[in-house]
């Protein structure tokens, strides 16, 4: 086995070291990961500046890996592309300090990481443990042991990869694992607004979390009722119900446009 | 009517003095665009940073807007939670220099910031020209004005906004305007390697694109037809086809898994 791991909070922070201890007796081990924090990042690639890679390793407990100053994305590009010399069998991103639920996904440097595996073909995870404070990602790592363990034996289906967010609460107050849907947030009051020194307006952006959809089914539903929650991500963003809606409204009116567009070539 | 303007080739990009242009005799228009080019930049949103805003006027030809120091989301968010007083009828993003198509939505600045408008609940379009060096707006411009007459007849399902691609070609070569899927787009010799002047290595991202899946009904396809491509996208990214297969082989191991971890408790 080999395991490609990555994150968003950077080479330093204890998530990726916890994956690191739960899994070196079982493969072996790659990581690839930005140099220090980009959370929020979303799925952003770096094309406008190079990017630089950095061989890291610790002594005490042992760890090494590849730093970038880069975004989770480019550092899976850059595992793949250029630094691993055979592909893995699972990437792993995490584990992240604080969830990724609900419409977050989006956001979230930590999926975007695993979703770029998914991308190249390889089955992904990425895996969070919610709240921000979290010292603990014991049970994160192992349930991604876990996971792993059944991906091998069980495969996905391509250009699928798994979202899991793991509650942080003691052991004995964990319910089961729920296979769950994306639900829906929103935050409230997403910009402090305040004066620099010189007189001049900035502003924060943080807020206040709204679950708008935490429904039945739903990640941030089970990780409310104690449940680790896995959610099975696709990349393909075709709202596929609505093409032939908008086909037949553009199948009306597109005539007289494209002879209006014609008529006023060379105006 | 109230429209609201963004990019990610930033604020003083044809693109969007182009979508001025077309809108300003129809409604009345808000720009509130990155200070600098941020393509590729994903769905990021800048949280670790202050954000600041400048206005920005120009006096012939006449156009004004904020400029931030941000990601397009960023914008956005400004854009409808600080700096407009009324909320816009439409969020328009572009137009930009360069195609977005296929898998490389993901990585689309411009894509995300019509997403972001799509999360708030508004209509919303990105528009994107092919061709990296094009100089012509024009029938981009004049495109986007015809979707957005259509879209405030229509109407669009909620949680869905249109991304298009209008070809860089002449007009007589245009043959129609095709309601599309995603297709899906890898890249080849993604890294180029190089080495500075003081002998470390560094890296550009690049590659030269592969379409992968350029088959019926991809936007892919459609735009090498010389077809004005619109798809349909939403921003729910869970996978329903495979919940119940996941579901069923974690139904089966959760339970020695979690009896398990119980057990670990206080070591």
Known sequence: ?????????????????????IFEDWAELFVVAPDSERSATGHGI?????????KLTFAKPHFHGWAVNGTPADCVKLALEELMDDPPDI?????????NLGTDVLYSGTVSAAMEGAIYGFPALAVSVTGWKTTDYGLAAETTRFLCEQLVEKGLTSETFLNVNVPDLPREQIH??????????????????RTDPRGRTYYW???EVKDVDAGEGTDIRAINEGMISV???HFDLT???IIQ???????????????????????
């Open 245 to 267: 809606e908008v086909d037949q409204w553009l199948g009306e009116t597109q005539r007289p446009f494209l002879e209006l567009i014609k008529k006023r070539e060379g105006t």
């Open 231 to 233: 959610t099975p991500i």
């Open 91 to 99: 990437i792993i991103s995490g584990i992240n300090r604080g969830a």
């Open 239 to 241: 709202n596929y119900t």
């Open 205 to 207: 952006m943080a807020g």
């Open 46 to 54: 770096t094309v406008h500046q190079p990017l630089r890679v950095e």
């Open 176 to 193: 089961g694992i729920g296979v769950t849907k994306l639900g829906s947030r929103r935050y409230q009051n997403i910009f402090d607004k």
């Open 1 to 21: 086995m080999r395991i490609l791991l990555t994150n968003d909070d950077g080479i330093h922070a204890p998530g990726i070291h916890a994956l690191w201890h």
